[in-house]
């Protein structure tokens, strides 16, 4: 709204508004407005968390050492998507539909673990919505983005063709052709597309909730994927850069790199309450919601194929997950000590402490190469 204000309606009266059309300068600003939220309202909403008697309810199974933190105040989400949407209306260009898809992807996700948070509340139990009616809601808001996407595909405003890291030549459409004739099957064209919508978006924002079980993990680890992001975006929609690394020049989705400047300070504003020991967890209202953003910025740049690398630790934590169960139903074996993986050296003797600097590091390494393959090509 304020680039709205100050640069399209008051520039013309007052020349030195033009520096808010540089995006890089909203996009500091946003980042720094989203810091600010955070570390303001922070201690109000831990307060009214605990008036409300909103604490988490740890599962007897997870490491004993947890169970210290019981009864601390959850669904801080709430005040991650505060502090990343406001910024992002306030400095963004209100005009680019790309900016609202994203907007809407975190709010849809958020209110999905926001349900979740509050039937866990209600129950006093450590078990929420059930997990088909949690990927019901998933998959519903997902495919309302997919749909989103298709209609801006049409006005030749987004492109469905991957893009391919190491291979610069190589760019799978996710449409199917059909035959000029056959037009009642026509729609079926995007269907690889939703799929696939569906797939990354509900693999990003579960494998972000199964990375949340330590102090500061998976905020920590989104700081640097969403500073990831924030530089793809920035390069796919700047079109000296976009043309020098080869990428598809998408000069809308440049925009997306103040949201993503948003995430990035409201994620830092929120560790500061979330460091060691916590005094407040995120909730699934905020992995969630947190992990619908990364997917939905990561699908628009059409960067999807990036994200194993973007969220490197949140990918080895789904995957720990997967095999663990598999591991077990399959040979009634267990891979690791404890699934996810944090738990795993946890219980090898690692302080919480060293586990979550040493994912940290390994996360910053991950999205260094991410970024490294822009050029590797």
Known sequence: ???WLLYQKLYPFFHPFRIFRFLTFRTAFASGTALLIALLIGPYVIQKLQEFQI???IREEGPKSHQKK???PTMGGVLIAIAVLLPTILWSDPANPFVWIAVFSTLAFGAVGFADD???VVKRRNLGLTGRAK???QGIAAICVAVALIVLQ???MFSTSLTVPFAKSLRPD???HWPMHIHYIGFLAFLPFVIWVVFVLMGSTNAVNLTDGLDGLAIGCTIIAAAALAVLTYVSGHVVFADYLELQRMPLVGELTVFCGSMVGASIGFLWYNAHPAEVFMGDVGSLALGGAIGTVAIIIRQELLLPFIGGIFVIEAVSVMLQVGSYKLRKKRIFKM???HHHFEQLGWSESKVIARFWILALVFALFALTTLKLR
């Open 70 to 72: 019981s009864g601390t």
């Open 135 to 137: 990927l019901l809601g």
């Open 154 to 156: 049409q006005f030749k």
């Open 339 to 341: 699934a996810p993986l």
């Open 55 to 57: 604490g988490q309810y």
């Open 1 to 3: 709204m304020l680039y």
């Open 174 to 176: 996710l449409l199917w």
């Open 118 to 120: 509050y039937i866990k």
